[in-house]
């Protein structure tokens, strides 16, 4: 097991070694607070874009589901005819100049995993920019939209935001509640008390710690041809190689076996750059992998590489409480 695997295995079911990091995690806390305090005092240079902006973003390192929960944001946005777009620090790309409006044909290494899977699947305005102002000063300037979502961005707080809303990773939590490095969370747990909205995703019913919200496989989509199956293509039983290069594998592990499939698990880091040598396994079982880690692996994939469509479906409660919001927000319009 990798540093980095036994280290985040240490956060989520304890270590005595974390002890040694305790002096670390607190100059962090120190450096953390003091950002959010300045921000909060009007003494951080903060661009307030002139649409409303919607943080969707972590209290946690790894994956909660952010994607699917914008994906689910746009479409919610559509169906009120609000033009929206997303503005990404493009994890792992390496675009020729930022900030970068990324294109339906370009590739993952480009311009990131999670911004390629956006654009390909919904279209959506998206630019990239570790700078997040610079991205929404260019997203604005190319488009005129109603509102922007900020893909991750809860502690960037250059960019001033109307709407914070916190996913958490329902069966994990918050591990043992440190900050880094001695624990999971990039901000003291006292910060779910100023954010506006909490999603546990995975959790079956709304709660004093947030609203639910679970993802729904839909289909599986082959990796080479596009060609879409129902989930039933594969019966009961069926063993297959499971790809996972996200936050947390075992959430895509466990959603496998929950669709009565027998999966070889092959668990790599997030956003992992995949090649052919990767996904060779010596049998002709099928190969399923998550839509994140499909859009890096096109160029060379096999016929029988799949992957799962997942839709986020948070809760009626959440879905009452933003239209509430979103009636605030555009009553002027």
């Not at 777009?85 to 900030?99: I, K, N």
């Not at 790809?243 to 698990?265: C, D, E, M, S, Y």
């Amino acid at each position: 097991m990798k540093f980095a695997d036994r280290l985040v295995q240490a956060w989520y079911e304890g270590h005595a070694g974390l002890v040694a990091l305790w002096p670390l995690e607190k100059l962090y806390r120190a450096v953390v607070q003091r950002k959010r305090q300045r921000f909060l005092r009007g003494e951080l240079d903060s661009y307030r874009a002139p649409v409303p902006v919607i943080i969707v973003g972590n209290i946690t390192v790894g994956g909660t589901g952010k994607t699917p929960l914008i994906l689910w944001l746009i479409d919610y946005c559509r169906a009120r005819n609000l033009r929206v777009g997303v503005v990404s620090r493009g994890y792992g790309g390496q675009p020729a100049q930022w900030p970068w409006t990324v294109q339906a044909d370009d590739e993952a290494a480009l311009v990131g995993d999670e911004p390629a899977l956006l654009v390909r699947r919904s279209a959506v305005p998206l630019v990239i920019d570790p700078q997040r102002p610079r991205a929404v000063q260019q997203l604005l300037a190319e488009h005129e939209l109603d509102l922007v979502l900020c893909d991750d961005g809860l502690q960037h707080y250059q960019l001033a935001r109307d709407l914070e809303l916190v996913l958490i990773d329902a069966q994990r939590g918050l591990g043992n509640q440190r900050c880094l490095p001695a624990g999971p969370l990039r901000e003291p747990v006292e910060r779910l008390q100023s954010v506006d909205a909490v999603l546990l995703n995975g959790a079956t019913e709304d709660s004093v710690q947030g609203f639910s919200m679970f993802l729904q496989p839909t289909q599986l989509i082959n990796v080479k041809t596009g060609a879409r199956q129902p989930l039933e293509y594969f019966p009961a039983g069926q063993r297959m190689h499971a790809v996972a290069g996200i936050g947390n594998p075992q959430r895509f592990f466990n959603t496998l076996k929950q669709l009565h499939w027998h999966p070889i698990t092959h668990a790599f880091a997030d956003h992992a750059e995949f090649t052919a040598a990767d996904l060779s396994f010596d049998d002709d079982l099928p190969v399923l992998m998550t839509e994140k880690d499909a859009v890096k692996c096109q160029a060379f994939a096999q016929e029988r590489w799949w992957y799962v469509a997942v839709d986020a479906q948070p809760s009626a409660g959440f879905v009452q409480w933003l239209n509430a919001r979103f009636e605030t927000m555009f009553r002027a319009t």
